[in-house]
């Protein structure tokens, strides 16, 4: 079993930045890709980016490209989502999830339970 924890949500005024982290123990990390997913309320859970296992490939939603930047560290177990010039409508419960595959889609095999990340206008 793969449990993964996220920490880092917070309020934020629009513009600021936070730094969500996800740890994850239960497997070889380094077998993992991870991802990054939000949810806002009455709207569907929406990608927002991912990473591979060697940290050698990223994909990126385009509402946030060149905002924010995933990555991970291997030695910690753990992946990072720098935010940056944050807007209200990032607004969301945002979930950490791993897979054995690298992509974009819905169906990531492992979940956290999310962080909620309010920006203020």
């Known amino acids: 079993q793969v449990q993964l924890v996220e920490s880092g949500g917070g309020l934020v005024q629009a513009g600021g930045s936070l730094r969500l982290s996800c740890a994850v123990s239960g497997r070889a990390f380094s077998t993992l890709s991870m991802a990054w997913f939000r949810q806002a309320p009455g709207k569907e859970r929406e990608f927002v980016a991912a990473?591979?296992?060697?940290?050698?490939?990223?994909k990126y939603e385009d509402s946030v490209n060149g905002r924010f930047t995933i990555s991970r560290d291997n030695a910690k177990n753990t992946v990072y989502l720098q935010m940056n010039s944050l807007k209200p409508e990032d607004t969301a419960v945002y979930y950490c999830a791993a897979d054995p595959t690298f992509k974009r889609g819905i169906a990531y095999a492992y979940w956290g339970q999310g962080t909620q990340v309010t920006v203020s206008s």
């Open positions: 990473i591979a296992w060697s940290a050698s490939s990223a």
